[in-house]
């Protein structure tokens, strides 16, 4: 049975280009965001890690850590980071798990055999303050993901764990959110003070109650 979301975020220790690392000693009582790519030196993992890497303050900013991982060991991913950081313009600052043994991959279920026996697949698990799976999104080695969207899928995460709203579809920072049904239009007034405007019964929106 793979990981699904709710479930407990496996721990490990292992080998990274930081050193040994265990995970919940690593996020602490942070936000965690744990990718795989099928392998170094190769174009579109490139892209992908470089744009990580363009991104880690924003993640910081959201009490946010980030780990790589793929199989290959760790000479090889700190050659590579050379390259990332030539080709990217950035500096790779986020740890690269060296997942030669499979640890990893396997307790996260990121090598699916009909697509390669011995490479990851494009992995991405953001896990919470409280160790729980948030978001698992699996793409293919020919696609390069989206890091803006991990971004954007974080911030969602991160306000609607403290509010009682959720997020429309193509959400953006700074635009209205949906109030929760569970919560009344009375008690909807007094928990959201910038104001309610209903659409439907069921469909009630306020402008974003943490900015
Ligand atoms: C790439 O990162 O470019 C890549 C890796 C594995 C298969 C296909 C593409």
Redesign the pocket.
């Known amino acids: 049975m793979s990981l699904q979301l709710g479930d407990t975020a496996p721990d490990f220790t292992v080998e990274t280009t930081a050193g040994k690392i265990n995970l919940y000693d690593y996020l602490g009582d942070g936000w965690g965001i744990l990718f795989s ?3 170094d030196f ?5 892209t ?1 890690l470089g744009k990580t890497a363009l991104l880690q303050k924003e993640f910081a900013k959201r009490n946010t850590k980030v780990l790589a991982v793929s199989v290959d060991p760790l000479d090889k991913h700190i050659g590579w980071t050379k390259d990332i950081n030539e080709t990217q313009n950035c500096n790779v600052e986020f740890p690269i798990i060296a997942d030669e043994n499979k640890t990893v991959a396997n307790l996260y279920g990121m090598i699916h055999p009909n697509a390669s026996t011995t ?1 990851t697949v494009r992995s991405l698990f953001i896990i919470g303050p409280d160790k729980k799976i948030k978001l698992i999104i699996l793409y293919p ?2 696609t ?1 993901r989206n890091f803006n969207e991990v971004l954007r899928v974080l911030e969602s995460l991160q306000l609607t764990s403290d509010y009682s709203v959720s997020t429309p579809a193509d959400w953006q920072v700074g635009e209205d959110v949906i109030i929760s049904n569970a919560i009344s239009n009375e008690d909807a007034k007094t928990k959201f003070p910038k104001g309610v405007r209903e659409v439907k019964s069921y469909m009630r929106y306020t402008p974003q109650p943490n900015l």
């Open positions: 790519h099928p392998a190769t174009p579109v993992c490139t992908e490479a080695a020919s390069g």
